[in-house]
């Protein structure tokens, strides 16, 4: 039920004003495609620098470093052309909001943690124990 309603916001959303249902999905992409490139960028970091990955059922062996790179130019490839507009000529009816949202958002996150974050975060696990 969660689902459908959620998708019956984003569609009349839509209906009401597709300059914000395009910056929304594209607010999506980019946030999904940020957290990729964060992931896939220290597994990079950490592999180049030829530190032990922790032990995993499964891995892409010798592949691994290759595949990784070339995620990391496809994320940001994609997240670059994301943050196109939709038309040409650029108005504000069809200008894409998505850039400035996603830099806002990372404005008061980074605001937050600067303030409180820093001072209560605790680090994941490094190794879990099966």
Do not use: D
Request: with cysteine; hydrophobic share 50%.
């Amino acid at each position: 039920m969660f689902t459908w309603a959620f998708t019956v916001l984003l569609c009349i959303i839509k209906v009401g004003s597709a300059t914000a249902f395009n910056a929304i999905i594209s607010l999506q992409l980019l946030a999904l495609l940020s957290t990729y490139a964060i992931s896939i960028g220290c597994l990079i970091y950490k592999r180049s620098g030829h530190e032990p990955m922790p032990r995993s059922l499964w891995s892409m062996g010798k592949w691994g470093l290759p595949i990784n790179c070339i995620a990391l130019v496809y994320c940001i490839f994609v997240m670059i052309f994301c943050c196109f507009p939709s038309a040409v000529p650029v108005t504000t009816l069809n200008f894409n909001w998505a850039p400035v949202m996603f830099t806002g958002v990372l404005a008061i996150a980074g605001g937050y943690y600067a303030v409180y974050g820093r001072h209560s975060y605790e680090g994941p696990v490094t190794y879990v124990v099966r």
